[in-house]
Structures are given as C-alpha cells and as structure tokens.
C-alpha cells in the first residue's frame, strides 16, 4: 500500500524564528507555494496558521488587488480539502475544511489512508515540531529568510530530536531567501 508523502513547508529567520510575518512573500516565494499546492491533495495546518489562512485566503481568489500567482495559490487552497489539527472548536465556514483530532500518530495514520497524494503542511510551527518528533515528516522544506532578530516561534525547541536529513535540492530566491528541501535521511545525526 502506497502511503501519502507529508511535506512540511516553513519561512524560518536566520535567528531560527518562524513567526506568520516574517517572511518576504515575492512572486517566487508564491510561485513556489503554488507549485507546491499544486502537487498536493490536502493541506494540514495546525490551529493557529488555520486561523490565519482562514482570514485571509477564503477571499483572495476574487480580490483584483491581488498579484495573479496570490489568487492562483487561492482557487488552489479553495479546491482541497484543509484539515486542522486540534482538540478546540474551530470555525470550519472555510468550504472543504475539516477538523481533525486525537493523537497526533493517528491523525497521520488516519490521512494517510484517506488522501491519495500528498499532504502538504504549511507554517505552523507547532504542529511541525510535533511531526518531526514522531518522524512523520518525508519532505522538510524550509524557506530559509534573509531576515534576522527576535522572532517567535521557534523553528525548533530543546525537546526535539536530532535527524540526519538528505538535501534534495537547494535553490535562491532574488529576495535573498533560500529554498532548502530535504527528505528524511538514514538514522538520527549527532
């Protein structure tokens, strides 16, 4: 049985920091986003980053202000479903958004038996701490900024294990930032 790939997508400082703001959100950093999206079949977010997507991306796909690749990355979120991982209540008005609760292995096991393709994490960095934890993440991308300073949260905290990752490729942004994508490696590094 083929198991859905989980793919976690995060800004993070140089400073190690990776709060929503900040970030440079160019047209290649939403390029890049889109293509991302495009590959996947779902999207799990934790909470908080739900809560943000969901003020913001429900209406982006109708706004003319908006740059073509912002509004693309829009109808695409529109049209899978989002799943959020918490134990409160949440607002699920956001058409193909679904709450999904327990413990964090069987959310995972649970996804990864209903989505066909793979299921992408963007931000929350929370919930991406919990999954690399429980080694549940096959494709670690970080978008590493060219900003520094104080900035929480963080990326990673004293709890969290050390994993050997293998660089699948590592490409420039003009912005300065870096987009780094790593798969799951052999072992833990030390």
């Known amino acids: 049985m083929n198991r859905s790939k989980l793919v976690h997508s995060i800004n993070?400082?140089?400073?190690?920091?990776c709060g929503h703001a900040d970030v440079i959100a160019d047209a290649e950093h939403h390029a890049y986003a889109t293509a991302?999206?495009?590959?996947?079949?779902?999207?799990?977010l934790g909470r908080n980053t739900f809560d943000i997507f969901n003020a913001f991306w429900p209406h982006a796909a109708a706004r003319s202000d908006l740059p073509d690749l912002m509004r693309?990355?829009?109808?695409?979120?529109?049209?899978?479903t989002k799943f959020v991982a918490t134990r409160r209540d949440v607002d699920l008005s956001w058409p193909g958004s679904e709450r999904v609760g327990g413990e964090l292995r069987d959310i995972v096991a649970r996804l990864r038996e209903r989505v066909a393709g793979p299921i992408v994490v963007f931000g929350s960095p929370g919930l991406g701490r919990a999954l690399r934890r429980i080694d549940a993440v096959d494709e670690l991308h970080v978008?590493?900024?060219p900003l520094s300073g104080p900035s929480e949260p963080k990326f990673s905290d004293d709890g969290d294990p050390v994993r050997r990752l293998r660089r699948i490729a590592c490409t420039p942004f003009a912005s300065g930032a870096v987009l780094l994508r790593y798969q799951r490696g052999d072992g833990h590094g030390q």
């Open 72 to 80: 693309a990355f829009a109808r695409r979120l529109a049209s899978v």
């Open 12 to 17: 993070v400082l140089v400073g190690g920091g």
């Open 143 to 145: 978008v590493l900024q």
């Open 36 to 44: 991302l999206l495009t590959e996947g079949s779902a999207v799990l």
